[in-house]
């Protein structure tokens, strides 16, 4: 037997660490069952082939959960439910654990009698950190393990600038990314090679019943309470291997716990459907039309212009080899057929989108403390001004700058936000609120369906300009002439913002010039502008001047 630890890739399609330990036992090469007859022959006889499988599972670590959200929470449960019915389909079923890993990995294996565990890397910093103590407890315990890049095309350390550094200007990384051969997609496994639910339930059952400790030295129970306390220790980044002798897991076949069960409550915002079958359908009809039209539209955010597959990459319910496979395969129809001649262009723009992503996967990569930490020093540090009520009006979507508050309006709705609008909002508080860029990636963090650690502090800190590429300090958005540029009917602002239904486009985007008694004509539930935008650009000049010194 082997096992799979599935963290940030929910799905059974497209996924290296699952394949790979797939085929190795459709192979007979290696997995528990494989009797081994003396120190180093391992036979591949049928009765030792006939169990060998791979056990997927998964751990709500109590380290991962203290940082997470109402939201995101939410979703992960739904991402869970979609991949359990995955294995379902295959007559196998999701191991479902809760404590920390470092425990509860060495112990779920050896209820399995698995001789090895494998899991597909995690790029952020505090993940590679409880990775290393896993990886030291499975050492400690004889147990093998496996860990595979499968999250990005190109892993972190492999593009890298002639002089050998890690890339801090996208354009030169996109160059360098395009040219490089892509991995194909990874086979799905045979049903055959997974586990079947019974075994696993046997497993868990035989464990509940034995007095016998786990691998790491507790026991491990399938008590039917599976999500009732919290026996594990809460440091899941502490890097010794015996902390296992303490540690108690749960674990259960299928059983995943409630929002309530884990301490958070159902969110408001709506975070849609979720599963790789999802994905696929829109990847599919993404491609097939909207993706031929995507440059020139995909800073509108009334028009489905865009493939809305963050949330689904970011919790790997669509692999990201199938994905390019898929553009590349639209992009090789699109020069063959009578489409519009720059129909092969649109679609790179979308894979400059996927290299976005893998950019900023091998920033956080390279510079774990930019989670917290300027990427861009200034030499003075910059002075914010970090106005509550500004910050709380900004939160609420109340600002009086139409195109700022419908894009707040929709995170709090649909736990999403359109590109073109999540630009707009950062620059707004930070360079008109002169608000710290981490208010609003502690609040992104926390409201963002598809919040991702690397793309999310990117965005932040490219709009505060602080960041790796960031746009200059004296590029400030205007929030008038944006919200007329990209949304001039102001259908998406009227569709988060009622109060401004029934307002003329044009007094929408002059709300800003209207005098009080004006603007209480037009929309009175409507706020007046909480800063003027002209007087704010000046002082977020010369605040990021005074933090460059060259005051
Ligand atoms: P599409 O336009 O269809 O793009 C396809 C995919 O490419 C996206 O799903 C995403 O995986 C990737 N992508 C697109 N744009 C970017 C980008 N600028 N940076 C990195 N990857 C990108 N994206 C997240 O996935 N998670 C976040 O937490 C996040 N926070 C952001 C915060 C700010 C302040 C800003 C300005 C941008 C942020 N983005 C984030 C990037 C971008 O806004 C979203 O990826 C995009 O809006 C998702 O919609 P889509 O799937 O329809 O994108």
């Given at each position: 037997m082997e096992l799979f630890w599935h963290r940030r890739d929910l799905r059974v399609a497209d996924n290296?660490?699952?394949?790979?330990?797939?085929?190795?036992?459709?192979?007979?090469?290696?997995?528990?069952?494989?009797?081994?007859?003396?120190?180093?022959?391992?036979?591949?006889?049928?009765?030792?082939?006939?169990?060998?499988?791979?056990?997927?599972?998964?751990?709500?670590?109590?380290?991962?959960?203290?940082?997470?959200s109402d939201v995101r929470v939410r979703r992960l449960l739904d991402g869970l439910a979609a991949l359990r019915d995955d294995y379902r389909e295959r007559g196998s079923d999701l191991l479902v654990a809760r404590g920390d890993p470092v425990t509860a990995i060495p112990a779920i294996a050896d209820t399995l009698d698995a001789d090895r565990v494998g899991w597909n890397r995690d790029y952020s910093g505090l993940a590679r950190e409880r990775d290393a103590a896993v990886r030291r407890a499975l050492d400690a315990n004889g147990i093998e393990r496996e860990a595979h890049h499968d999250a990005v095309l190109h892993d972190p350390d492999a593009i890298r600038t002639n002089a050998g550094d890690p890339y801090s200007v996208y354009s030169y990384y996109w160059k360098k990314w395009t040219d490089r051969e892509k991995a194909d997609p990874v086979p799905t496994p045979d049903a055959e090679a997974v586990a079947d639910s019974g075994r696993l339930a046997d497993a868990v059952d035989t464990v509940a019943r034995s007095d016998s400790p786990g691998a790491a030295?507790?026991?491990?129970?399938?008590?039917?309470?599976?999500?009732?306390?919290?026996?594990?220790?809460?440091?899941?980044?502490?890097?010794?291997?015996?902390?296992?002798?303490?540690?108690?897991?749960?674990?259960?076949?299928?059983?995943?716990?409630?929002?309530?069960?884990?301490?958070?409550?159902?969110?408001?915002?709506?975070?849609?459907?979720?599963?790789?079958?999802?994905?696929?359908?829109?990847?599919?009809?993404?491609?097939?039309?909207?993706?031929?039209?995507?440059?020139?539209?995909?800073?509108?955010?009334?028009?489905?212009?865009?493939?809305?597959?963050?949330?689904?990459?970011?919790?790997?319910?669509?692999?990201?080899?199938?994905?390019?496979?898929?553009?590349?395969?639209?992009?090789?129809?699109?020069?063959?057929?009578?489409?519009?001649?720059?129909?092969?262009?649109?679609?790179?723009?979308?894979?400059?989108?996927?290299?976005?992503?893998?950019?900023?996967?091998?920033?956080?990569?390279?510079?774990?403390?930019?989670?917290?930490?300027?990427?861009?020093?200034?030499?003075?540090?910059?002075?914010?001004?970090?106005?509550?009520?500004?910050?709380?009006?900004?939160?609420?979507?109340?600002?009086?700058?139409?195109?700022?508050?419908?894009?707040?309006?929709?995170?709090?709705?649909?736990?999403?936000?359109?590109?073109?609008?999540?630009?707009?909002?950062?620059?707004?508080?930070?360079?008109?609120?002169?608000?710290?860029?981490?208010?609003?990636?502690?609040?992104?963090?926390?409201?963002?369906?598809?919040?991702?650690?690397?793309?999310?502090?990117?965005?932040?800190?490219?709009?505060?300009?602080?960041?790796?590429?960031?746009?200059?300090?004296?590029?400030?958005?205007?929030?008038?002439?944006?919200?007329?540029?990209?949304?001039?009917d102001a259908a998406y602002i009227k569709e988060y913002v009622p109060e401004l239904r029934g307002v003329d486009p044009d007094v929408v985007h002059g709300w800003h010039e209207l005098s009080p008694t004006q603007r209480a004509n037009a929309a009175p539930e409507y706020p007046h502008p909480v800063v003027d935008h002209s007087e704010r650009r000046e002082r977020a000049l010369a605040m990021y001047k005074r933090a460059r010194g060259e005051d």
């Open positions: 290296v660490g699952l394949a790979a330990a797939a085929d190795r036992v459709a192979s007979g090469d290696g997995g528990a069952d494989a009797a081994v007859t003396d120190d180093s022959a391992v036979t591949n006889d049928a009765d030792a082939t006939v169990d060998a499988a791979v056990a997927p599972v998964f751990v709500f670590d109590d380290d991962v959960l203290a940082h997470a030295g507790g026991p491990v129970a399938d008590d039917g309470d599976a999500w009732g306390d919290d026996a594990t220790g809460d440091d899941a980044t502490g890097d010794d291997a015996a902390r296992g002798d303490s540690g108690i897991v749960d674990v259960a076949v299928g059983d995943l716990p409630s929002l309530v069960d884990l301490g958070f409550a159902v969110p408001d915002a709506d975070v849609g459907p979720a599963g790789t079958a999802v994905a696929r359908e829109r990847l599919d009809n993404f491609l097939d039309e909207a993706v031929f039209a995507y440059e020139a539209e995909r800073d509108y955010p009334a028009r489905e212009a865009t493939s809305r597959l963050s949330t689904f990459l970011k919790y790997g319910e669509i692999g990201i080899r199938e994905t390019y496979a898929a553009t590349a395969k639209a992009m090789a129809a699109a020069e063959s057929d009578s489409r519009a001649e720059d129909a092969p262009e649109q679609v790179e723009e979308f894979q400059q989108q996927l290299a976005w992503r893998e950019f900023y996967a091998q920033v956080l990569f390279h510079n774990p403390e930019v989670v917290t930490a300027n990427y861009k020093a200034y030499e003075e540090g910059i002075e914010w001004r970090d106005d509550p009520e500004e910050i709380a009006a900004w939160k609420r979507g109340e600002t009086g700058y139409p195109i700022v508050d419908a894009g707040m309006r929709q995170l709090r709705e649909e736990a999403f936000m359109h590109n073109r609008v999540r630009m707009i909002v950062a620059s707004f508080l930070t360079k008109d609120l002169l608000a710290d860029w981490r208010h609003g990636y502690a609040h992104f963090r926390e409201r963002l369906a598809d919040h991702d650690t690397a793309n999310d502090n990117g965005g932040w800190q490219w709009a505060a300009s602080t960041g790796t590429d960031a746009q200059p300090y004296f590029r400030i958005f205007n929030p008038m002439t944006q919200g007329e540029r990209y949304d001039p």
